[in-house]
């Protein structure tokens, strides 16, 4: 019999009805479920662990709104009522109670949903669960669960958040609850494994890099139409244009990005900036509306398009002169490696993880380095050889990542960790 994975799923079930909104976490867990839902060797169950403590009636009413529009004519999915925060109830899909008026509709409906876009097949959760794997979530409460278990550490932003903030709060707890004798570590990169090194006590032989990959869709669109049909549905002249991906937070750095697109625009008057991303998942407005407001005269340069479709983006990183992303930290950064694979010349911070994903197939300026920056998107739009070289680059060095290495190394730490007996 193959082992049980239990791989929980409750942040894709949680945020992403609007797959315009879906985060790099987001894109982690389901290309890993993708390829190991079919594993020869792993019975991998998505499961979630969820429950009421963040707004449960407001999410409970936009969820069955939801649920009721668009999923009406499939079956439900039972689910239990348990903390997010601890592990006293395993969700799976499962046929069985289905008409229980008494059954919770918001995480199924979210859950449904996700388990749907993967086309797992629901059925029930029972028996015995060799290994749980907590791609995002917080681990389960000691003596809930006594078999060994995987986390995946994106990164470590939240430590340096105000104490008691949620994100804060969260990780604190994940962190709490690892047991360096029963659990394995997954890091996105080299940069987050030597962080957690420093905050975690937990042996080097037991932590595991895992790079990501970016999505097959994301390739060169040649096809003129296109972007000007891009340009059109977001109210943007057709000129050309500088692009960043980031949801407004403080270290995405675009305060910083949108005074650099100013100083370039005083001596050239036909690139515009693009600044894509979901204001719905930031908080970082008012300092970025304050430096629009210093310079009245290019506000007509300077487009928020709000999150957009995957399709979309992948016009929009296929036409743009230049991809922009002077980010303060990233615990991986798909967004440079999107671009790449799309044949964009990308500009990219030095710190952090970036190097790890860009290598020599970008240039690579620190992320207070205002001068640089605008001398890089002088250069290349002055370029033309550079522009050409940047996306021959990035090209091949976006070839190099793939999910099906990401899910080997996924499976490989499964393997470690079932071969290792725990108290």
């Not at 749907?116 to 907590?134: E, M, N, T, V, Y």
């Not at 104490?163 to 962190?175: D, K």
């Not at 983006?313 to 980010?327: D, E, I, K, N």
């Not at 490696?337 to 964009?344: K, N, S, T, V």
Request: with cysteine.
């Amino acid at each position: 019999m193959k082992p049980r994975i239990a791989y929980d799923v409750s942040f894709c079930a949680d945020l992403h009805s609007d797959r315009r909104h879906v985060t790099g976490i987001g894109r982690v867990i389901e290309n890993v479920a993708e390829i190991l839902r079919d594993s020869a060797e792993f019975d991998l169950c998505m499961i979630g662990c969820h429950g009421g403590d963040e707004r449960p009636a407001l999410t409970d009413a936009r969820t069955h709104a939801y649920w009721k529009n668009r999923w009406a004519p499939r079956p439900p999915v039972m689910a239990g009522t348990v903390s997010r925060f601890g592990l006293r109830g395993l969700y799976a899909p499962s046929l069985a109670g289905v008409n229980r008026p008494d059954a919770p509709r918001s995480f199924a409906s979210k859950l449904f949903n996700t388990l749907s876009r993967l086309d797992a097949a629901p059925r029930p959760l029972d028996g015995k669960i060799d290994l749980f794997h907590s791609p995002f979530r917080p681990l389960p409460e000691p003596g809930q669960f006594r078999g060994p278990m995987v986390l995946t550490m994106h990164d470590l932003f939240p430590l340096a958040e105000p104490a008691g903030s949620y994100n804060r709060r969260m990780l604190e707890q994940t962190l709490a609850r690892v047991d360096p004798a029963r659990t394995w570590v997954l890091t996105v990169s080299e940069y987050t494994r030597r962080e957690l090194g420093r905050t975690l006590p937990i042996p080097e032989d037991r932590i595991a890099v895992m790079p990501l990959a970016a999505e097959a869709l994301f390739r060169p669109a040649g096809d003129d139409a296109a972007r000007k049909a891009f340009l059109h549905q977001h109210g943007i002249p057709d000129a050309p244009y500088f692009l960043s991906v980031a949801n407004p937070q403080p270290r995405k750095n675009i305060p910083l990005l949108i005074r650099c697109f100013q100083e370039f625009a005083r001596g050239e008057n036909a690139h515009q900036l693009l600044l894509v991303g979901s204001r719905k998942l930031g908080w970082n407005h008012t300092e970025i509306d304050r430096e629009i407001e210093k310079t009245p005269e290019l506000r007509g340069r300077i487009h928020f398009t709000g999150a957009v479709s995957d399709e979309e983006l992948a016009v929009a990183y296929s036409h743009c002169t230049a991809f922009l992303f002077p980010s303060l930290a990233e615990g991986f950064g798909l967004p440079p490696l999107e671009a790449m694979q799309c044949g964009a010349p990308v500009v990219s911070a030095n710190t952090a993880s970036l190097p790890e994903v860009t290598g020599d197939a970008a240039i690579l300026i620190a992320p207070d380095d205002e001068r640089g920056l605008v001398q890089a998107m002088q250069a290349l739009v002055a370029n033309r050889e550079l522009r050409e070289s940047l996306r021959a680059k990035g090209l091949a060095r976006a070839a190099l990542f793939s999910w099906e290495k990401t899910a080997r190394i996924v499976a490989d730490t499964y393997r470690r960790a079932l071969a290792t007996k725990t108290p």
